[in-house]
């Protein structure tokens, strides 16, 4: 059982920057390939970022690639993402989740665990 807490969303304007966290519990995080999605009102989640357990490969959807970093710290249970040259398209509430898997989900249904999310909100 793995239970996951966002932290780090909040009000920025266009073309600023925020780091996401998320919180894992228990002692075999660093098991889980970690993700991240966002859902936008009236819009269908959607995958942002991925890592592997590992943190040696990640994947990000197109529309945040080059402008967000997602990594890892296995010590600190932490997964983060780094966002920066905001966007108001990317006002949304992130999600992070979690899946005890030697590959990369990118899909949601892939993940066993989720967080209970964090709002992010670009203003322009």
């Known amino acids: 059982q793995v239970q996951l807490v966002e932290s780090g969303g909040g009000l920025v304007q266009a073309g600023g920057s925020l780091r996401l966290s998320c919180a894992a519990s228990?002692?075999?995080?660093?098991?889980?390939?970690m993700g991240w999605f966002r859902q936008a009102p009236g819009n269908e989640r959607e995958f942002v970022a991925a890592?592997?357990?590992?943190?040696?490969?990640?994947y990000y959807a197109d529309s945040v690639k080059g402008r967000f970093t997602i990594s890892r710290d296995n010590a600190k249970n932490t997964v983060y993402l780094q966002m920066n040259s905001l966007k108001p398209e990317d006002t949304a509430v992130y999600y992070c989740?979690?899946?005890?898997?030697?590959?990369?989900?990118?899909?949601?249904?892939?993940?066993?665990?989720w967080g209970q999310g964090t709002q992010v909100t670009v203003s322009s």
């Open positions: 989740a979690a899946e005890r898997s030697d590959y990369v989900p990118r899909e949601q249904s892939e993940y066993d665990y």
């Open positions: 890592i592997r357990w590992s943190g040696d490969n990640t």
């Open positions: 228990g002692r075999t995080f660093g098991s889980y390939a």
